[in-house]
């Protein structure tokens, strides 16, 4: 059986993973926007749902938001 899915342990320094490894967040999104990557702790089983909510923008930064392999 395969582990439920969850953000890895290791992450970017500009990275809080929270709530038992199911959420993660930037806890200084004004002073940084790098190295805040996480990944989770095993690959997505084919078919499986992963969502993906953003709470908040930023407005001091221009980027954009980087999903997948």
Known sequence: MTSSLRFHHKHGSNCVVVNSGLS???PDPNEE???AIVVTCRPLRCGEMFEVSVDKVVERWN???EIGK
């Open 24 to 26: 993660a967040a930037r």
């Open 33 to 35: 926007f790098n190295d």
């Open 63 to 65: 980027g954009s938001l």
